[in-house]
């Protein structure tokens, strides 16, 4: 294999091989393809790194209201005693353990110094059921003491020196000092459960209002997995898990009460979570990856045959030296696997000088997809694309007659050629359809109405201010020429609600889930543009804390359920709050995305500034925004601006001011992202697919020059003559291009499935995608085959 | 060792037949050196590839040291390839990826001969040959004749039964012609059995028989009864000379 390889290395060099181009094609395919496929696989990998990860799943909530719902809502997260119940009352259950997400946030050490990180609250089990290396400390201990917490190696390297000992506080919980007993090695990127520090659970009531770590129902925010014990099914704890629900949430009794309801347990393996929620991302991905490298590989045998016409003379010798038809295929596999060596590598520079974009885009470090999940079966694939890709042009080449080799052989069919041709023009209209579609409905997200004002707002976290600061800041907000308003609110549509239930009259009974927005002030509603048709907004005159505003859709609901004419002025109980009055209806708007829309009806409760002010003064984690409006015509600087005033008020000058209109764009960052694939696939078939038609049309020039001159000498006109040598062309283009524009139809159904609003699949979109393939197939042909047609026939003939 | 019995080979056409052989007939001994003559499209080069099993014939019967030929499979034929049959052509078709030692050892590679034996035979003939300095050389860095001196040596490396040579002079000038129809010669009086396509009568005379194919019909067989030395071959050792002079195995058809 080494002298063949040799042998292939100096053919690299021979002029009229095509072996530049095909170089080329095979890198920009590999690198797209691979690149792709990667992500594919590294979607597959989460979670894998755990040990016995086969016997890890992750506990969700299965919950229907009532018998008019078809459906179950499923959720990874739990009330907090599930995890510690579903170990001491079932049996096969190893070991659980439960997280509890406080959120990313700034913290500082005690030498003032500020990072960043994800915390958690975990208890005292996590490591018997999701290990990582521990570099110091023992987590039984750690994560059973109070104001305890691990730190990932990442976070000690950050801070330096030896942590252990160290106390540290988070900005958005000032005073909660939180000491630092222990050091874990760094999560990879690949997990559905990502945290930077560990706090112990029992810490849990110094972060929250109220400590649902040991609750049965409700509270459901826990992450709960479990490792089963060797040979356990998950299916076969379904009754044990009944018989817990029975005993501790008194189960039967709530289903008798709320006719219809159930709430059930599952036990989804931890590596399917993540895969199983992208499944329509990984189906297109793997569409689009497969039709690039496809594509790449049908011009790259398209190109090696024409290659292999030319060396015919040369496979005859080897047979006269006594090769079998083996022999030449290996010398063609070498030849192959040369080639690709070299592509692989060219796709493996173009991927690391493309890495800091394509990070971005696919929103993790490339350096993740490193792991055995995802090489070997690339490796495989890699392999298996050899084999298949030296086969086809090996065979050929095995197959010329050797007296007709020795004499001049030509090729006389070119069917082969056109058949590989037409898959590039499938390829080529399948995914610049595609490209069209998705960067349209990208477009129309992102310019949808989605029910609020984001231009000229801007949002500024209070965390880590004391409460007394919060009016003079306001105030000098509010002293800027260019600001317009300053108002204040608990969360914002971006970042989706809370959930808590309206309950019936008696009390007796939930009617339904709300997205629960929590406190906003008078000024909010206005600076997002959000109406208050009936009744009335907030105001300081007219409204009390703890008033309510229900969008429209829960208005509706209110009425059908209790039979109302009206709902302004009525009291209802909600979960969390208890009684409050409506005091007016506000039109539904997007909660979180277009993409991932919260459909339940939302609520805003009444706090004027001063309550914000007092609430933070009782409790420093209180968390609220400030929002302010800004002229339309002042954009420029205004970032900046706002944030050097919320720097003045904060004690680490770390204030994090954001726009919401760029907020709101970037929460479409993974349509932004499919979007600039499809277009990176689309340049890289465009460009393989111009290659294989300059490749094949010279070819065929060169093949028919002897009849393009006596056409020429006959009287044709060159446009005669374009319009018979391109209508050949066209006429395998056109069905070639139907079946990638069917293709396209079936692929966009399917991925426009994840949306709301969808733009409309207009025939013209796929006529315009059709048209402009098959003339870029005309406009090349035309200027090859021009060249030859105006050569001077005579000439022509005489090399003929 | 070589029976041609009535050999056609024709082409057909929508309408007619074209014959490019008919009702040839030939036997070939061990140890004879044949000059088929003929002009253009007179079906010579068919011949050869015919016998050398590089193409079938249309009609007619072939046998190979008493074996029929005609219906081999891809493998045996590739087998008498490596063992029996060494091919040289008059463009060379050197392999020009290879320089001159890869070129002569590929037989070998193929037959499967070992490294070590494989180094010995190619370094025997590079030796032979003159060719020890240029071995890694590439053809396109050689002349016609040290071209041809490689594909004579790739040829005959395999040990072969039977030489093919199809107008092994035709690209060369005369000296360098005559060097190689020496070369031919000798290997001839090795033993090995040469059958040669020629349009140069004096290149012709360098076998022990000669027939003119017109047509693709033999129009004439003469056995030389006793080949004239050239000048060069007067110079040999009396060893050579001793070899040469054996009773010639030629039937007339």
Redesign the interface.
């Given at each position: 294999m080494v002298?063949l390889l040799k042998?292939a290395f100096?053919?690299l060099f021979?002029k009229g091989e095509h072996t530049a181009t095909r170089i080329i094609s095979l890198t920009a395919g590999l690198a797209f393809g691979l690149l792709l496929l990667s992500e594919v696989l590294y979607n597959y990998s989460f979670d894998s790194f755990y040990p016995d990860t086969n016997r890890i799943y992750v506990v969700h909530e299965n919950f229907r209201r009532d018998k008019s719902l078809d459906k179950m809502d499923s959720s990874p997260r739990v009330s907090g005693a599930i995890a510690p119940g579903l170990k001491a009352d079932v049996p096969g259950i190893e070991a659980a353990t439960r997280l509890n997400n406080i959120g990313s946030s700034v913290f500082y050490t005690e030498d003032k110094k500020s990072y960043q990180a994800q915390f958690s609250l975990a208890d005292e089990n996590l490591f018997d059921v999701l290990p990582v290396p521990l570099i110091s400390g023992n987590p039984k201990e750690i994560l059973k003491s109070p104001m305890a917490c691990m730190v990932s190696s990442k976070i000690a390297e950050e801070i330096g020196g030896d942590v252990t000992g160290k106390v540290i506080e988070i900005k958005r919980y000032p005073g909660k000092k939180i000491t630092i007993a222990g050091v874990f090695a760094e999560l990879p990127e690949n997990t559905n459960y990502k945290y930077d520090i560990l706090i112990s659970m029992v810490s849990t009531g110094q972060f929250f209002s109220w400590d649902g770590s040991t609750n049965w129902l409700g509270n459901d925010r826990y992450y709960a997995a479990v490792k089963l014990s060797p040979g356990v099914s998950p299916e076969s704890l379904a009754p044990a898990v009944r018989q817990m629900q029975v005993k501790h949430q008194e189960i039967e009794r709530i289903e008798q009460q709320q006719g219809g309801m159930v709430l059930k347990y599952s036990f989804i393996p931890i590596r399917k979570l993540y895969s199983d929620g992208v499944k329509d991302m990984i189906i297109i991905l793997t569409t689009i990856a497969f039709a690039v490298l496809f594509v790449s590989f049908m011009n790259y045998i398209l190109l090696t045959l024409s290659a292999l016409i030319k060396r015919a003379?040369?496979s005859?010798?080897?047979?006269?030296?006594?090769?079998?038809?083996k022999?030449l295929q290996l010398l063609i596999l070498s030849e192959t696997v040369l080639l690709f060596l070299i592509s692989l590598v060219g796709a493996l520079l173009l991927i690391l000088i493309l890495r800091p974009v394509a990070e971005v885009q696919l929103g993790h470090k490339l350096i993740s997809v490193f792991n055995a999940h995802v090489l070997w079966p690339l490796f495989f694939l890699i392999i298996l694309l050899v084999i298949l890709t030296s086969y086809l042009p090996g065979r050929f080449f095995s197959r010329i007659p050797?007296?007709t080799a020795?004499r001049d052989y030509q090729q006389k069919k070119n069917k082969w050629k056109l058949v590989l041709l037409s898959f590039q023009f499938v390829g080529a209209s399948f995914i610049l359809t595609i490209l069209v579609i998705v960067s349209m409905q990208y477009n129309s997200l992102i310019t949808a109405d989605h029910g609020y004002r984001t231009k000229g707002v801007y949002f500024g976290a209070t965390g880590g201010m004391e409460a007394s600061k919060i009016s003079v800041l306001l105030n000098e907000l509010r002293a800027v020429p260019e600001i317009e308003k300053v108002g204040l609110g608990h969360g914002l549509p971006i970042e989706g609600a809370a959930g808590n239930n309206i309950h019936s009259d008696d009390g007796e009974k939930e009617l339904f889930n709300i997205a629960d927005f929590y406190f906003i002030d008078e000024n909010y509603l206005s600076i997002l543009d959000i109406p208050v048709f009936e009744g009335d907004s907030f105001s300081q005159q007219n409204s009390v804390v703890n008033d309510l505003l229900i969008s429209k859709r829960g208005a509706e609901k209110l009425k059908v359920f209790n039979g109302w004419k009206n709902v302004v002025g009525k009291q209802v109980d909600i979960s969390e709050h208890g009684k409050s009055t409506i005091r007016g209806v506000f039109p539904d708007f997007i909660v979180n995305t277009i993409t991932n829309p919260n459909s339940r009806p939302s609520v805003f409760y009444y706090y004027p500034a001063e309550k914000f002010e007092q609430v933070r003064a009782e409790r420093s984690s209180f968390p609220f925004y400030v929002l302010i409006k800004t002229n339309e015509t002042s954009e420029a600087g205004m970032l900046k601006k706002i944030t050097e005033i919320f720097n003045r008020f904060l004690p680490y000058q770390d204030a994090v001011v954001k726009s919401l209109e760029m907020e709101q764009k970037a929460s479409y960052q993974s349509e932004h992202g499919f979007r600039n694939a499809m277009m990176a696939g689309n340049a890289i078939i465009l460009i393989i697919t111009v290659i294989g038609l300059l490749g094949y049309t010279s070819n065929e020039a060169a093949r028919r020059r002897k009849e393009l001159a006596i056409r020429r000498i006959s009287g044709a006109t060159l446009s005669d003559i374009l319009r018979v040598f391109i209508l050949d062309l066209e006429f395998i283009a056109v069905p070639a291009v139907l079946l990638g524009l069917a293709g396209a139809w079936l692929t966009v159904s399917k991925w426009m499935q994840n949306f709301a609003t969808k733009i409309p699949l207009h025939w013209g979109i796929f006529m315009v995608c059709s048209l402009f393939i098959l003339l870029l197939v005309a406009l090349i042909a035309a200027y090859n085959y021009t060249r030859t047609a105006n050569r001077n026939p005579v000439e022509a003939l005489r090399y003929e | 060792m070589i029976y041609l019995t009535n050999i056609d080979k024709y082409y057909d056409s929508k309408f007619q037949r074209t014959f490019v052989l008919k009702a040839v007939n030939l036997e070939v001994k061990e140890g004879e050196f044949l000059s088929i003559m003929g002009p253009s499209g007179s079906g010579k080069s068919t011949l050869l590839n015919i016998i050398g099993l590089l193409d079938a014939p249309s009609a007619g019967e072939y046998s190979l040291y008493d074996k029929s030929v005609l219906d081999l499979k891809e493998k045996a034929k590739v087998e008498y390839h490596r063992n029996f049959i060494g091919f040289i052509f008059q463009a060379y078709h050197l392999i020009e990826e290879m320089t001159v030692y890869e070129n002569i050892e590929t037989p070998l590679i193929y037959k499967g001969v070992k490294g070590r034996d494989r180094q010995a035979m190619v370094a025997d003939l590079l030796d032979r040959f003159n060719m020890v300095a240029k071995k890694d050389l590439f053809p396109q860095q050689l002349s016609g004749g040290q071209q041809q001196l490689v594909g004579i040596a790739r040829a005959i490396i395999g040990k072969p039964k039977l030489l093919l040579a199809d107008e092994p002079t035709g690209n060369l000038h005369t000296t360098q012609g005559e060097m190689i129809m020496e070369v031919l010669r000798e290997l001839n009086n090795e033993g090995m059995t040469i059958i040669q396509v020629t349009h140069n009568e004096k290149f012709a005379e360098y076998g022990k028989r000669i027939i003119r194919l017109e047509d693709g019909i033999i129009r004439k067989d003469v056995i030389k009864a006793s080949p004239q030395p050239s000048p060069m071959e007067r110079e040999k050792e009396s060893k050579v000379m001793m070899v040469e002079s054996g009773e010639p195995n030629v039937r007339i058809v």
């Open positions: 002298k042998l100096r053919r021979r003379k040369s005859a010798i080897h047979k006269t030296c006594g090769a079998e038809a022999n050797v007296a020795f | -």
